[in-house]
Every structure is written in C-alpha cells, then in structure tokens.
C-alpha cells in the first residue's frame, strides 16, 4: 500500500489560498444580498456586517453577514490559520417562510465556486451547517445594540416595482 505525503505549501501558497476564501465570501455575501431585495417587507431585508479585526474580543472571527435567513461567517482557524466560511440557517425562518430562498443561496454559493477553476481548491472551506439554528434572537439583540466601530446594519432597498410583485415567489 501506498502512503501519500502531504505537501507543505509555502508561505505566499497559504497567503494566495486565504485570499481566494475572503474573496468568495465576499461574492457570497454579495449574493446574500442580491436574494434579500426580492424581498416585500423592509424587515426581511434588513441585514448587519460585523469586521470582527476591529473588535479585540473576537480572536478567529475575521467578518461576519447576518440577517434573519443566515448567518454567514469568515473565521480563521486558530490551528493552522487557514480561513473557513461557516453558514448557518436560520430554524425562524425555515420554518416561518419555508427553503427556496435558503436552496436559491446554496445553488449560487456552489456556482460562484465551481464557477472558476481557480476556486474549485477551495471547496474544502466552505461549511454549510445543515442543522438549522435559532438565529432570529442573535439577528434581534444586534440590531438592538446598534451600530458600532465593528458592526453596521443595512436595508437594502426592494428591487420589485408593484408590478413585479406577483411574479416574485420571494414575497414575505
């Protein structure tokens, strides 16, 4: 049988290898809130940024996007500091509002990752926690704190004109 060795990757291999993980954050994110416009009520498209280097408390987080569907963090492993995208589902709203919007954001999160070559060796970074969680009250108690040095709070505007709204299936 033959033992496989790991291959140690160099310094500037890791740096490039971590950008790539923040870059696909970023165009998750990105697509988070493209989703969160086809959405009627200005609650639902409410969502907070968290640049957790600004907060001291924070030790792996790196950036965070939370809004009352997911919560989508870039965390750095305290181990090997490798950067790790963690997605998790809100239980509130699965139940309240049903999987299209979640499955609509999983099928991009893939396609924005098979999407280049480039990305494809970075598959392994991406962790989508399928155990839905009770997200609405960490959603509520930071919209509650407010805005801070690390965290800001948006509405994104609608993109429906009334017209469009009985074409949407994304109407909440």
């Known amino acids: 049988m033959k033992t496989q060795r ?3 990757i160099t310094n500037e291999q890791f740096q490039i290898i971590n950008q790539k993980v923040e870059s696909i954050y970023t165009l998750i994110v990105s697509n988070a809130i493209d989703l969160l416009k086809n959405l009627k009520s200005f609650e639902l498209r409410t969502y907070c940024e968290m640049e957790h280097t600004k907060n001291d408390l924070n030790a792996n987080l790196i950036r965070e996007f939370l809004c009352q569907f997911w919560n ?7 181990k090997d500091h490798r950067y790790c995208i963690i997605i998790d589902l809100s239980k509130e709203a699965l139940k309240k509002y049903g999987s299209d919007l979640t499955n609509t954001l ?3 999160i893939y396609s924005v990752i098979c999407s280049n070559e480039e990305t ?6 991406v962790k ?11 959603f509520n108690s930071t919209i509650a704190q407010g805005e801070t040095n690390y965290i800001s709070i948006t509405t994104i505007e609608a993109s429906l004109s009334l017209k469009d709204e ?3 299936h994304y109407l909440y």
Request: contains cysteine.
């Open 120 to 125: 494809t060796d970075i598959l392994y970074s």
């Open 6 to 8: 790991k291959t140690k």
């Open 166 to 168: 009985c074409k949407s």
């Open 72 to 78: 989508i963090t870039l965390t750095e492993s305290p």
């Open 106 to 108: 999983i099928l991009k």
């Open 128 to 138: 989508i926690n399928f155990m839905p969680i009770e997200l609405l009250n960490y």
